[in-house]
């Protein structure tokens, strides 16, 4: 009996030195991280809000790490093929996602087949920006505001389209939740980019646009395009003077278009941390604000736990959005 118990005891002090050798390498791995450049994949094309957000992380994380993080582009499939390279990358730290709502929230519910699952193979990180969308009509529209527009679909007896940048984006799922809250019917007309859907709304040919800001401001600052509302619950910087729809007759309306920090699973809890604290650390950085700020966003920053939270409400809002509108991407 007491050499089994000396055993046991054996047994037990080898596991907690195991357990204590395994926090200590980690710690100290945390605390020499990183020690080589760092990847981040941005699965969208240069010159679009996910990249030029992550160009700004790049500029302000660089000398502060003292080691390069380097922004490579890998779009394609929605976002999917730059979200499954990172999901199937090693978790040592170094290869990270900057991902949009589409491929953790709403690519699951958009694809019939995904290449990763978002809730297992992905993990939060950080939330790092947020920008609103900017409901916007063409100038010689009779719609002033939000009373003006419902009393517009009224009037054409649900005979009013909206043009989206494409099938079950933020645009598209805006004007959904639109829908769904106001108890109203219109057309989605989707375009292969936010571009061409402005041109047709200054033309005439579709009634309203969920836009994003920086393409639709030079229109509202010439006249030709007029801001109804704001999507997301607070008024956006660059058009203060502009309602939310939240404020608006439609509490509770948020639909934003954020980008946030994801790592593989299985990535040490330190260095999720370590990349967590460092986003949070240059939020209130005043170039780096500004550089979002030129996009309509701003930083937002949201610790792991609040920030995989926040991923889970977001993905029941948007799974919910895609079956009420029977949007399918394959």
Do not use: C
Request: charged share 15%.
């Amino acid at each position: 009996m007491k050499e089994i118990m000396r055993r046991l005891n054996l047994g037990y002090l080898r596991i907690g030195l195991l357990s204590l050798l395994t926090s200590f390498t980690l710690t100290v791995f945390a605390q020499n991280y990183p020690e080589k450049p760092v990847r981040l994949i941005v699965p969208f094309p240069p010159g679009g809000a996910t990249d030029v957000v992550a160009r700004a992380l790049s500029a302000k994380l660089s000398p502060i790490w003292k080691q390069q993080l380097i922004v490579e582009n890998k779009p394609g499939a929605g976002g999917n093929i730059g979200a499954d390279l990172v999901a199937k990358s090693s978790p040592d730290g170094y290869t990270l996602l900057l991902s949009s709502p589409a491929e953790v929230a709403i690519n699951p519910s958009l694809y019939s087949k995904m290449p990763y699952d978002a809730s297992k193979d992905l993990i939060p990180v950080s939330k790092v920006a947020s920008a609103p969308l900017v409901l916007v009509v063409n100038s010689s529209s009779p719609i002033k505001n939000m009373n003006d527009l419902l009393q517009f679909i009224k009037n054409k007896k649900g005979a009013v389209n909206f043009a989206s940048s494409g099938t079950g984006g933020p645009q598209h799922l805006a004007g959904e939740l639109f829908k769904s809250m106001a108890n109203i019917s219109m057309t989605h007309i989707p375009y292969k980019g936010g571009a061409p859907a402005i041109t047709d709304l200054l033309g005439g040919q579709v009634d309203l646009f969920f836009a994003g800001i920086p393409p639709a401001l030079p229109h509202i600052n010439s006249g030709r395009l007029r801001a109804i509302a704001i999507t997301t619950l607070n008024r956006s910087p660059l058009l203060p003077n502009i309602p939310t729809i939240s404020e608006s007759g439609f509490p509770g309306f948020n639909i934003e278009n954020w980008q946030g920090i994801f790592v593989p699973a299985g990535t040490s809890n330190n260095v999720i941390q370590f990349l967590a604290t460092s986003i949070n650390s240059i939020s209130n950085d005043k170039s780096y604000y500004e550089t979002l700020s030129a996009q309509g966003a701003v930083p937002s920053p949201l610790p792991p736990k609040e920030f995989a939270m926040f991923v889970q409400q977001e993905t029941q809002k948007y799974s919910k959005l895609v079956k009420e509108s029977g949007a399918k991407a394959d």
